[in-house]
Nanobody, 125 residues
Framework: QVQLVESGGGLVQAGGSLRVSCAAS????????VAWFRQAPGKEREFVGV????????YYADSVKGRFSISRDNAKNTAYLQMNSLKAEDTGVYYC??????????????????WGQGTQVTVSS
């Protein structure tokens, strides 16, 4: 079992930056793919990006490519989502998710076994 806890959400103005964290416990996090999803009010949860394993490739949704980046700190068993040049349409609850590492990036929510509780990100225009 892997337990995930997100933190770092908040209110930010459009054009600003924010970093959200995903702290893992229960297993060696570096052996897992870590993804970020988000859900805006009234919309489906959508894929944001995934790091397939620590030191492996990272993939992003077109809507965030060039603005968001995923990183990890293995010593802290924590993954991060750095969000720059934020837009109002980035508003939503951000979730981290994990699955056993593989070459398949995993861009759909049903591919992930473990989820955090989510953290709210609000971008004011």
């Amino acid at each position: 079992q892997v337990q995930l806890v997100e933190s770092g959400g908040g209110l930010v103005q459009a054009g600003g930056s924010l970093r959200v964290s995903c702290a893992a416990s229960g297993r060696t996090f570096s052996n897992y793919a870590v993804a970020w999803f988000r859900q805006a009010p009234g919309k489906e949860r959508e894929f944001v990006g995934v790091n397939i394993w620590s030191g492996g490739s990272t993939y992003y949704a077109d809507s965030v490519k060039g603005r968001f980046s995923i990183s990890r700190d293995n010593a802290k068993n924590t993954a991060y989502l750095q969000m720059n040049s934020l837009k109002a349409e980035d508003t939503g609850v951000y979730y981290c998710a994990a699955k056993w590492a593989s070459l398949r990036p995993g861009t759909t929510r049903n591919e992930y076994d473990y989820w955090g509780q989510g953290t709210q990100v609000t971008v004011s225009s």
